[in-house]
T-cell receptor, first 112, second 113 residues
Framework: KAGVTQTPRYLIKTRGQQVTLSCSPI?????VSWYQQTPGQGLQFLFE???????NKGNFPGRFSGRQFSNSRSEMNVSTLELGDSALYLC???????????FGQGTRLTVV | GENVEQHPSTLSVQEGDSAVIKCTYSDSASNYFPWYKQELGKGPQLIIDIRSNVGEKKDQRIAVTLNKTAKHFSLHITETQPEDSAVYFC????????????FGQGTELSVKP
């Protein structure tokens, strides 16, 4: 079974731009969660989607948004990028609520 | 609010020794506690997990214990090997929160040959 796939692996963007990251979950998994990982704040929950519906959202500004498609693939978007948005963005998939979550390798976003 | 505290932040052991990492959670409704291992340049990898209806779980050299009363859980690695060197994260979650995991700050484990 293929694992969680995140694209792209690396991104460099300029302040003020917007960016879209993609996540393809493990086949059959309907839940996709997104996390931001930084050295200072660690791993922080952004939001979670299940069957195209957002079930939970973390404490991030409205510039961070996401969506999920009918094939369970998910995208997250960050608008008006700030230097502090530089981080590793991780996606995790699971087959149902509150069970094993499997992470992708992440997208390393650098904002300059 | 929800919080998971993890200690120590760094841990250095000799190959063959045991390593113990401890976590404390604040939300008494938490009922699922996974542990992840993250190697450089990779995403976190689930290594073991435990649910609140179980006090201990073991998988080869790795074991996790849970004390619901004290709201803490621990990861035990026996007979450590250099390839165990990585950052380890504990996490907690509960029902009705979707896939939201609350992570500890991580422990950088170094196993010296």
């Amino acid at each position: 079974k293929a694992g969680v796939t995140q694209t792209p692996r690396y991104l460099i963007k300029t302040r003020g731009q917007q960016v879209t990251l993609s996540c393809s979950p493990i086949s059959g998994h309907r839940s996709v969660s997104w996390y931001q990982q930084t050295p200072g704040q660690g791993l922080q929950f952004l939001f979670e989607y299940f069957s195209e519906t957002q079930r939970n959202k973390g404490n991030f500004p409205g510039r961070f948004s996401g969506r999920q498609f009918s094939n369970s693939r998910s995208e997250m978007n960050v608008s008006t990028l700030e230097l502090g948005d530089s981080a590793l963005y991780l996606c995790a998939s699971s087959d149902r609520m509150n069970t094993e979550a499997f992470f992708g390798q992440g997208t390393r976003l650098t904002v300059v | 609010g929800e919080n998971v505290e993890q200690h120590p932040s760094t841990l250095s052991v000799q190959e063959g020794d045991s390593a113990v990492i401890k976590c404390t959670y604040s939300d008494s409704a938490s009922n699922y506690f996974p542990w992840y291992k993250q190697e450089l340049g990779k995403g976190p990898q689930l290594i073991i997990d435990i649910r609140s209806n179980v006090g201990e779980k073991k998988d080869q050299r790795i074991a996790v214990t849970l004390n619901k009363t004290a709201k803490h859980f621990s990861l035990h690695i026996t007979e450590t090997q250099p390839e165990d060197s990585a950052v380890y994260f504990c996490a907690a979650s509960r029902d009705n929160q979707g896939g939201k995991l609350i992570f500890g700050q991580g422990t950088e484990l170094s196993v010296k040959p």
